[in-house]
């Protein structure tokens, strides 16, 4: 939901005028606490379409990202905190959140400022030394916009402007229910389709502009921080964690106006699952999104780009989903710092667009190993397989481009954290 307002330019002043001159001026008489993480690997595909100026199937190393993250308490109530990102081997830089947590009481608490959207599990956990393996889920990858699509690279986190309730009670002998409410600006798009990104295929006979549609919205226009119709977005997240066991569960919803004109809903509803011990880990999310979207050409097509192919129309209302599910062990310990842990995952993404072809309508098994060889150092392996639904769909500039129905990765990676 973005577009230049004053509620954009308030919002703007809040986070990058009077939040930090408040935390400067407070930061003398308050202790703070920095810790950070990092990560980068070597990352090989094969059967994926080359655009023009970008090959995919071509190897690289890249750091994926490097964050400081900064604690201070100000009082012993108020406390603010931000993480400060390098993202894309150094070429992005972004604050994925920059909030002040206000203590009420010993159960509720108050959030404001740009804060990490309360939907799932993975959101409020995805730097990669909490996770099991490098790559994300369906789930944060083309649904709820924890991630960057596989097209564009800006920002990692789901992340907003605005403000958030946090109460928690705690029942005896059974756990620990968390509920939290926020109200953001929300997500949102400029143009009439909320999936708007284009590419370019170099299929070798001409190069085709197409709307992949890769993921439910664009992470770099979601992270503007900006509204672009005076519609908040609302997200409710309940969960509970057990006493008796390692386990935590819960259920998410998100409900807001993602267009111009303030009259088409976006709404997704999600549930979450961990069990987190020290020698096994099970995890999975499932999400299902409702979207209310005009029938017709894909600005892409209508600007002449193209021509109207299947591949850039727009159904009109459609509903996607996704889910994951991921088990680890780790049968060998050596000391309390040194370990071996084998990985699984299984995800699935439904685009719901099975009149026409879409490449990310698909499913994936992920194995991986990881060691860590010293106190937060870890050396990680990953291969991926992933499987495109519908392939005898494909039309022949996807093909020529080099697209398989199958597409495999392998990928080698550091991460440490201090």
Not at 125 to 154: C, D
Request: with cysteine; aromatic share 12%; glycine share 8%.
């Amino acid at each position: 939901m973005k577009t230049k307002d004053t509620g954009h330019y308030l919002t703007r002043a809040i986070l990058y005028i009077i939040l930090p001159g408040m935390l400067c001026g407070l930061l003398a008489q308050s202790s703070i606490r920095i810790s950070g993480y990092g990560n980068t690997h070597f990352m090989d595909h094969d059967g994926t379409p080359n655009f023009t100026g970008r090959e995919l199937d071509k190897s690289f190393i890249q750091l994926r990202e490097f964050s400081l993250f900064f604690d201070m308490a100000i009082t012993d109530a108020i406390i603010a905190s931000t993480e400060l990102e390098a993202s894309n081997n150094g070429n992005d830089y972004t604050a994925n959140y920059a909030y002040v947590d206000i203590q009420a009481t010993d159960n509720l608490s108050f959030r404001v400022g740009k804060l990490l959207v309360p939907f799932l599990s993975y959101n409020e956990n995805k730097p990669n030394f909490k996770q099991n393996l490098m790559s994300q889920p369906f789930t944060a990858w083309n649904l709820a916009p924890v991630v960057p699509v596989p097209i564009e690279f800006h920002g990692v986190g789901w992340s907003d402007a605005g403000a958030m309730v946090n109460w928690n009670t705690f029942i005896e002998d059974v756990g620990l229910l968390d509920v939290k409410l926020a109200v953001i600006n929300g997500l949102g798009s400029e143009s009439n389709v909320l999936d708007d990104n284009a590419v370019q295929l170099n299929d070798g006979a001409g190069l085709p502009y197409v709307r992949p549609r890769d993921g439910l919205i664009q992470n770099d226009e979601a992270s503007e921080l900006i509204d672009n119709n005076g519609n908040k977005a609302t997200v409710i997240k309940i969960a509970f964690k057990t006493l008796a066991f390692p386990m935590d569960a819960g259920l998410s919803w998100y409900r807001g106006k993602w267009d111009n004109n303030d009259s088409k809903n976006l709404e997704m509803l999600g549930g979450h699952f961990n069990w987190l011990s020290r020698n096994w880990t099970f995890k999975g999310e499932y999400v299902v999104a409702a979207v209310e979207q005009d029938a017709g050409l894909d600005p892409v097509a209508a600007a002449g780009l193209s021509g109207p192919s299947s591949i850039n129309t727009t159904v009109g209302n459609y509903n996607m989903s996704a889910y994951y599910a991921e088990a680890s062990a780790t049968p060998f310990h050596w000391d309390n710092s040194r370990y071996l842990k084998f990985v699984a995952r299984y995800d699935a993404v439904d685009t719901n667009d099975k009149a026409v072809f879409n490449p990310f309508d698909r499913s994936r098994i992920t194995v991986g190993l990881e060691w860590q060889l010293g106190k937060n150092t870890r050396l990680r392996y990953e291969y991926q397989r992933s499987t495109i639904n519908d392939f005898d769909k494909a039309p022949a500039p996807y093909k020529n481009a080099g697209g398989n129905e199958t597409i495999e990765m392998h990928m080698p990676s550091l991460i440490f954290s201090f």
